[in-house]
């Protein structure tokens, strides 16, 4: 009997588009892993034909790697009770500069107005939500380049 519950499936099916979304969309993705746009699609699709159908390892790196951001990874160490940290040897090097300052403040801004443009109409639908998801991944991608720069105190 499996021990993974329909909401943790779920997650990682969230996890694994906000991925893709990350690194350029299915399409993007396609020619860089082993599966077909087609397969690709069924790990991130939440309907009931494809409720079990979860992303492969193998996979999983690839299209992390692609986003440049663990979200599959990290969705899984959750699951397990852990977090990750990122490994000092491939961490950001250097002070805090103007283009971080600017980088956090573009990317929160397209949050903000991703946010903004879903709220129109009263309503935020499904692809509202993943366009809201996406660029709250890319802000705080942004603001953790800042954090591992701070702690590693290049700034002098």
Same mark, same amino acid.
């Given at each position: 009997?499996?021990?993974?519950?329909?909401?943790?499936?779920?997650?990682?099916?969230?996890?694994?588009?906000?991925? #893709?979304? +990350? @690194? @350029?969309?299915?399409?993007?993705?396609?020619?860089?892993?082993?599966?077909?746009?087609?397969?690709?699609?069924? #790990?991130?699709?939440?309907?009931?034909?494809?409720?079990?159908?979860?992303?492969?390892?193998?996979?999983?790196?690839?299209?992390?790697?692609?986003?440049?951001?663990?979200?599959?990874?990290?969705?899984?160490?959750?699951? +397990? @009770? #852990?977090?990750?940290?990122?490994?000092?040897?491939?961490?950001?090097? @250097?002070?805090?500069?103007?283009?971080?300052?600017?980088?956090?403040?573009?990317?929160?801004?397209?949050?903000?107005?991703?946010?903004?443009?879903?709220?129109?109409?009263?309503?935020?639908?499904?692809?509202?939500?993943?366009?809201?998801?996406?660029?709250?991944?890319?802000?705080?991608?942004?603001?953790?380049?800042?954090?591992?720069?701070?702690?590693?105190?290049?700034?002098?």
């Amino acid at each position: 009997m499996r021990t993974i519950s329909e909401e943790e499936t779920r997650s990682l099916k969230g996890a694994t588009e906000a991925s #893709y979304t +990350l @690194g @350029g969309g299915v399409r993007c993705f396609e020619l860089l892993t082993r599966v077909n746009a087609s397969s690709l699609s069924k #790990y991130s699709s939440f309907n009931d034909e494809n409720a079990t159908s979860l992303i492969p390892v193998d996979v999983a790196v690839e299209a992390d790697r692609q986003a440049k951001s663990p979200v599959i990874t990290a969705a899984m160490a959750r699951l +397990l @009770g #852990y977090r990750l940290v990122p490994d000092e040897a491939d961490q950001v090097r @250097g002070p805090v500069t103007e283009q971080d300052a600017h980088n956090v403040l573009r990317e929160s801004m397209d949050v903000s107005r991703a946010i903004l443009d879903a709220l129109l109409d009263k309503h935020v639908d499904s692809l509202e939500r993943k366009r809201i998801a996406k660029e709250a991944r890319e802000a705080i991608r942004a603001i953790e380049q800042v954090l591992i720069k701070i702690e590693n105190g290049d700034d002098e």
